[in-house]
């Protein structure tokens, strides 16, 4: 079990006065206690290979990594105000064993930024899972929870649903689109003319970035004044050509860029994050002016599979959930599975289209019996998740309470009290989205690229695990006499 050295930290003067501060002084505690008695700190650093651990210098690296990444998905907060909090605040020094004799060495912003992006999606699943199968653990002998819990949680019976994770993005409109890939490129130009790479350019990019804008300003209003559809045809026709304009600025600076390289004080991968920038545009720059000019000029649908919404999320979908207030939603689908006490036990963001929900029933069951080696007891879902074939493979081997979409064997299952039972205890499934949504992963997520979303579910979902935990009832340990 790796140290943190807690017999040498200062301590403080008692606080008195501030409930808050009480509370979260015997949270931190309570977590800290958890992921020590878990093994969490030991599993996280022994994940990485042994090159990466090899010292008592990389171990405590890892474990500060791991303490304020969860630290910072606990109160969501930003990385530069997380860095700012940990070199004022001594309950976040000690909960992430920054505290050394002679000076406090605070993580900065990006450090705080690498340290979430360490492990992977698979590495915090496993974490996710060692932490709830040890809250299941039963008492030993003695009668001591390996958690310390008053009791063990019930990880075979739970409750799924699925939510959108809307994407950062502002609403897609085609020639708004068009507006995207300018901003960018001339963005991408002003940089790369910083670091010393030119090309031939009339004008200074922040000029057909304005007049861009221009442009769309005429857009925007020519919707409200007669003989609108002409007016918006012509326009686009002009934004098209100032597109091509600067498409042919920023190809004469990518390749000057690929040819001399950055003079200035530009090291290898700024220049390659710089060509990136460049190519993610003007990869998708004919696509863009295509599907723009089909919807306004043609005057034609876009099937969706074809359609893009964004330029800089290849990833997110039309998700039509018919909600009120978000008719048409703009993400990805996130697949959550909860057991009674509110841990989260499966979990799943589908970076493709996402299927019907009751399509999600059979690989949810697969990753509960392969990856997580829970026996389900008993599943509840609303009537989205029912059909037949999983009907089926829920007959005999668990307890199925899924909404039946039938109205007359809906009528006839109310007469279960089990059933009524676990379809009340399911409306609490929508708070716990809210909960895990808006308390720890932020909706829309603050990332970019699928990859990042993926690894900040894990993250998140690590940490409200952890918050459950802590405000479950304890065991009333007996300390004995020396």
């Known amino acids: 079990m790796l140290s943190l050295q807690r017999e040498l930290y200062q301590e403080l003067p008692p606080v008195f006065g501030s409930k808050d501060f009480t509370d979260l ?9 958890i992921i020590v008695h878990g093994r969490l700190d030991s599993a996280f650093v022994m994940s990485f290979p042994a090159a990466a651990r090899r010292t008592q210098k990389q171990r405590r690296r890892l474990v500060e990594a791991f303490r304020c990444t969860l630290l910072r998905m606990l109160f969501r907060l930003p990385y530069r105000v997380m860095s700012r909090e940990l070199a004022c605040n001594f309950l976040y ?43 299941a653990t039963p008492a030993d002998d003695s ?59 009339p004008k200074a990019p922040g000029e057909y970035l304005s007049a861009m804008n221009k442009l769309c300003i ?21 934004m098209k050509k100032q597109v091509r304009v600067v498409e042919k600025l920023a190809r004469g600076h990518l390749a000057k860029l690929r040819q001399q390289g950055a003079i200035g004080a530009l090291g290898v991968e700024e220049q390659l994050a710089l060509e990136q920038k460049f190519a993610v545009i003007l990869d998708q720059i004919d696509a863009v ?38 008719e048409v939603e703009f993400g990805n689908t996130l697949f959550l599975a909860e057991q009674a006490d509110g841990l989260i036990v499966d979990w799943h963001l589908y ?4 299927p019907a929900d009751s399509r999600m029933i059979p690989e949810h069951l697969r990753r509960m019996d392969e990856e997580h080696d829970i026996a389900l007891q008993a599943i509840t879902g609303d009537r989205g998740f029912d059909s037949a074939h999983n009907n089926a493979l829920l007959e005999n081997a ?4 899924l909404c039946p979409r039938n109205i007359a064997l809906l009528e006839q299952r109310l007469q279960d009290t089990a059933f009524r039972r676990h379809q009340k205890r399911r409306a609490q499934t929508e708070a716990r989205i809210a909960i ?9 997520m603050y990332k970019w690229g699928y990859k990042n979303k993926e690894r900040l579910c894990g993250w998140g979902i690590l940490a409200h695990n952890l918050w459950v935990l802590a405000r479950l009832p304890q065991q009333a340990v007996q300390r004995q006499a020396a």
């Not at 002084?25 to 206690?33: C, H, K, M, S, W």
């Not at 949680?153 to 890939?181: F, I, M, Q, S």
């Not at 668990?398 to 309470?401: A, C, V």
Request: with cysteine; proline share 3%; hydrophobic share 40%.
């Open 25 to 33: 002084q015997a949270l931190l505690e309570r977590i800290d206690e």
């Open 93 to 135: 020094q000690k909960f992430c064993g920054l505290w050394r004799l002679g000076g406090i060495k605070v993580p900065s912003a990006k450090t705080l930024e690498r340290y979430e992006k360490m492990a992977s999606s698979e590495v915090l699943r496993d974490l996710v899972a060692r932490l709830n199968h040890t809250a």
């Open 143 to 201: 009668g001591e929870q390996p958690l310390q819990l008053a009791a063990s949680v019930n990880l075979g019976v739970e409750y799924v649903d699925a939510t959108a994770v809307k994407a950062r993005v502002h609403h897609p409109v085609d020639w708004l689109l068009l507006r995207d890939a300018v901003r960018t490129l001339t963005l991408a130009i002003a940089q790369a003319r910083k670091h010393g790479v030119y090309s031939r350019m």
């Open 218 to 238: 005429e857009m925007t209003h020519a919707r409200r004044t007669t003989d609108a559809v002409k007016k918006r045809k012509t326009i686009l026709r002009r």
């Open 289 to 326: 002016i295509h599907q723009a000019h089909e919807r306004i000029i043609g005057g034609r649908r876009v099937s969706n599979a074809d359609k893009i919404l964004s330029l800089y999320e290849p990833d997110m979908h039309v998700i039509v959930r018919g909600k009120a207030g978000a």
């Open 351 to 354: 970076q493709e289209q996402a």
């Open 398 to 401: 668990i307890e199925n309470n």
């Open 436 to 444: 895990v949504m808006h308390g720890f992963l932020g909706n829309p």
